[in-house]
């Protein structure tokens, strides 16, 4: 089963045979002693380097109240394709990757120390080195002793300042050790070195594209000196794009004549103020940049300048080729299943129409054809290991339609979390989708709907592209993807509230119904560990997977499912209690789970889901009194910080939403309520809304409290009123309720 925040497209090399290492033995879990020297000497050497930026021991004075300062950054990655007797050779078809790294922070508070207390380095290479020392403010220098340093799994989160740059261009992860830094304390600085070597094995391939980096300028702590240099041979291709007032890239010579290199500088960058209802890409200084090997003239649809250009950007019609070519050329990828490269695309789409003609697909309105198909896609794509990406799903989507002569139109746009269509520099950036009529179909998830809107492409700006002919040139038509407002995006949530017998915690069942983008959100958690994928086969009308088995066959069919679903039921509690204690930011005891609708089909679109559970932490006891925080049932709410209250950039709340929650309370036996009154309150203005309804009947409290976000997208001279509905929710999460003994 795949992991549905994992598609396909994100995070790969566009094509890569496999990775070549010369690896220590990665079965060992504790760095062995002898290799100690060894990781040293290889990066001594970057210390005597000389290095203005590198020497500063004082941060500026504006910065003395900051956690921490960044005194120097700096990345060098060299691509060498040379090093082994020549490139795509019979010899050594790989490219080597040397990389220096060099890190100095100032640190000035707990909170920093407590960050760097570990670091980590990467040793997969007998050649890879590593240093990390400690300049204390007196001047003494302390190494750090690594004989202790610990191996980690692949794929442990680790801050981005001690990963290779290697391992996030080519998504791979090579063999990285964390070690403790005991002796950390306000006022040292950090430094570490680090010089590692890394070779791709490309086995004949003519075009490698290495994934997209992005480097986002802001770091969590201001810096003084952030550099990355990329040096590459005559062979290479690289693109960059700085936006929002980020340094660019400069070329500059070598004197190795045959290499280039580029060089991104970016000094004295402060921290960013405006951390909520931001997207970062779209207003934080940003510079994008990738780099492409070829010894192949024939690049036809790459987007790509010319070799040793220091490509910028692309004209929508270059934009336009390039999407259209890409499309058509897919139909001869590889289509894998349950994980095997077993078929092409144009193959499956063979095979799908001959089984989708078996189940009638030729007498089926067109209205359910078009829905059938989009399921019978789901479906198979429930299965991998990995999404479709936008292309190949409208590649799939549009062809099979084709079967039926119905006529689709190609959209392509780009993410509303990276920038305008006039931005795109990576064909990753180039989003695809299929209109027929009025309709929009974008890609599937495993729990998506026809027509079902997509989060980062709500309201986006896009083209309509044909086919270009020899006779007829290729059109382009702009296109305004449709937005989704308050009405369409909904979380609805049920409270039924007591308090237990022994008074010291909250007995709360909750009935969660969401739509629209709100669905989209809370759908993969709320389906993780239970049975939906079986019978999924039935929205498009499909034969049960046990049919046509022989009797054996069914009989391990039906034990493997009774496997599954007792293993979900095991795991799905603890998954269930973890959620909500993230939620609620406490301990809290489970009672029990139901879903009610899992809004995977057209008829029944929310998701509908209920959870009973107990909540401490809720109720204060003053004598014989109580004291209930049941506005807290909504959760904990954000809190504008003093230093976030006021405002650079404008406010991006991601989608238009409204969320109401109905709660009633059973008042305990016994007992009256007091501060009920005070409940009540409104707030509304053009940003949103916030407001809390109150009453107390038939011996219950009733509340009810709504939330609206009424744009996504707000100018910053509104965020006076967006404070104000904002302060309005945190504050109402703190109110409490009196409970008092009858006399």
Same mark, same amino acid.
């Given at each position: ?20 290492v ?8 504790i ?17 005597g ?5 590198f020497?500063?021991?004082?941060a500026?004075?504006?910065w ?5 300062t960044?005194?120097?950054y ?10 082994s ?8 078809r ?17 909170n920093?120390?407590q ?13 890879d080195?590593?240093?990390a ?40 992860q ?38 997209p980096?992005?480097?986002i300028c ?42 280039t ?5 970016d000094?004295d ?21 990738q ?5 192949? +003239?024939?690049?036809? +649809?790459?987007?790509?300048?010319q070799?040793?250009?220091l ?22 990828n ?19 129409w001959a089984?989708?003609?078996k ?7 067109e ?6 198909v ?8 429930l299965?991998?290991n990995?999404?479709?990406?936008? /292309? ?6 549009g ?17 509303n979390?990276?920038?305008n ?20 179909y974008?890609n ?11 989060e980062?492409?709500?309201?986006n ?5 044909? /086919? ?41 069942s ?16 709320a ?17 049960d997977p046990?049919?046509?088995m022989?009797?054996?066959q069914q009989e ?5 499912i009774?496997?599954l ?11 269930v209690k ?25 008829k ?12 401490? +932490?809720?109720?204060?006891k ?11 049932l909504?959760?904990p709410?954000?809190?504008i ?7 650079t ?6 989608y238009a ?31 949103g809304?916030?407001?809390?309804e109150a009453?107390e ?20 001279s ?15 999460s703190?109110?409490y309720?009196?409970l008092?003994?009858?006399?």
């Amino acid at each position: 089963m795949k992991a549905s925040h994992k598609p396909l497209h994100i995070f790969t090399i566009f094509f890569i045979a496999f990775l070549s290492v010369t690896n220590i033995s990665f079965a060992q879990d504790i760095i062995n002693e002898d290799f100690l020297d060894n990781i040293e000497t290889n990066a001594r050497f970057i210390l005597g380097e000389s290095s203005p930026a590198f020497a500063v021991t004082v941060a500026p004075e504006k910065w003395k109240k900051e956690s921490a300062t960044i005194i120097g950054y700096k990345r060098s990655i060299l691509f060498d394709k040379k090093s082994s007797g020549g490139f795509f050779t019979a010899k050594d078809r790989s490219v080597y990757f040397f990389e220096k790294v060099r890190f100095r922070i100032k640190l000035n508070d707990n909170n920093a120390v407590q960050s760097f207390t570990q670091i980590f380095f990467r040793y997969s290479d007998r050649e890879d080195g590593f240093i990390a020392r400690l300049i204390k403010p007196n001047g003494e220098i302390i190494e750090v002793d690594l004989k202790d340093a610990v191996g980690i799994e692949p794929g442990t989160d680790m801050p981005e300042f001690f990963k290779s740059f290697f391992d996030q261009i080519s998504g791979e992860q090579r063999r990285y050790f964390k070690v403790a830094i005991p002796d950390l304390e306000p006022g040292d600085i950090l430094e570490y070195v680090a010089n590692t070597k890394s070779k791709l094995n490309v086995s004949g391939a003519g075009y490698v594209e290495f994934s997209p980096q992005y480097e986002i300028c802001s770091k969590n702590y201001p810096v003084m000196h952030n550099e990355i240099v990329i040096e590459t041979d005559e062979k290479s291709f690289f693109k960059s794009l700085s936006l929002n007032g980020a340094p660019e890239f400069k070329k500059e010579a070598t004197d190795a004549g045959n290499f280039t290199k580029y060089v991104f500088t970016d000094k004295d960058r402060g921290t960013e103020k405006d951390v909520n209802f931001v997207k970062e890409m779209l207003v934080y200084p940003l510079v994008k940049f990738q780099v492409i090997y070829s010894n192949n +003239g024939q690049v036809k +649809g790459a987007l790509i300048g010319q070799k040793g250009e220091l490509k910028k950007g692309f004209s929508k019609e270059e934009l336009a080729l390039k999407a259209w070519e890409d499309y058509e050329s897919v139909g001869s990828n590889a289509f894998s299943v349950n994980g095997m490269l077993v078929y092409t695309i144009n193959s499956f789409i063979n095979d799908s129409w001959a089984s989708l003609k078996k189940l009638g697909a030729k007498d089926w309105t067109e209205k359910d054809y078009v829905k059938n198909v989009y399921y019978y896609v789901r479906n198979k794509v429930l299965f991998q290991n990995s999404y479709l990406s936008d /292309k190949a799903y409208a590649y799939i989507f549009g062809s099979l339609l084709y079967q039926r002569d119905i006529k689709s139109d190609l959209i392509i746009t780009t993410s509303n979390r990276i920038g305008n269509l006039n931005q795109i520099l990576f064909e990753e950036e180039i989003r695809y989708a299929l209109r027929v009529g009025n309709q929009l179909y974008f890609n599937c998830t495993d729990h998506s709907n026809p027509g079902e809107f997509v989060e980062t492409l709500l309201g986006n700006e896009g083209y309509i592209i044909t /086919k270009p002919t020899k006779k007829v040139p290729q059109e382009i038509k702009p296109f305004k993807l449709p937005d989704a407002g308050i009405a369409e995006n909904m979380a609805h949530f049920a409270i039924t509230a007591s308090l237990t017998p022994d008074l010291n915690n909250i007995a709360v069942s909750r009935v969660n119904t969401f739509k629209g983008i709100s669905k989209s959100r809370n759908i993969d958690a709320a389906l993780k560990f239970t049975s939906y994928m079986l019978d999924d086969y039935k929205f498009y009308g499909g034969n049960d997977p046990a049919d046509g088995m022989r009797a054996v066959q069914q009989e391990e069919y039906e034990k493997s499912i009774r496997a599954l679903k007792e293993e979900f039921k095991r795991q799905k509690p603890e998954f269930v209690k973890e959620q909500l204690e993230r939620e609620y930011r406490q301990k809290i005891k489970y009672k029990d789970f139901k879903i009610g609708s899992d809004g995977r089909s057209v008829k029944k679109s929310d998701l509908v889901f209920t959870e009973d559970f107990e909540l401490p +932490g809720m109720i204060r006891k003053a004598g014989k009194k109580y004291l209930v925080n049941l506005t807290g049932l909504v959760g904990p709410q954000l809190q504008i910080k003093k230093e976030e209250r006021e405002r650079t950039f404008d406010i991006n709340v991601g989608y238009a939403r409204t969320l109401t929650w109905a709660i009633m309370f059973k008042i305990p036996d016994g007992y009256t309520v007091d501060g009920i009154a005070e409940l009540n309150s409104v707030v509304e203005n053009e940003a949103g809304k916030f407001s809390c309804e109150a009453k107390e009947e038939n011996g219950q409290v009733l509340m009810k409290i709504s939330k609206v976000y009424k744009q996504a997208n707000i100018s910053k001279s509104k965020w006076t009123d967006m404070l104000t509905f904002v302060d309005a929710a945190y504050n109402n999460s703190f109110r409490y309720l009196l409970l008092k003994p009858k006399k």
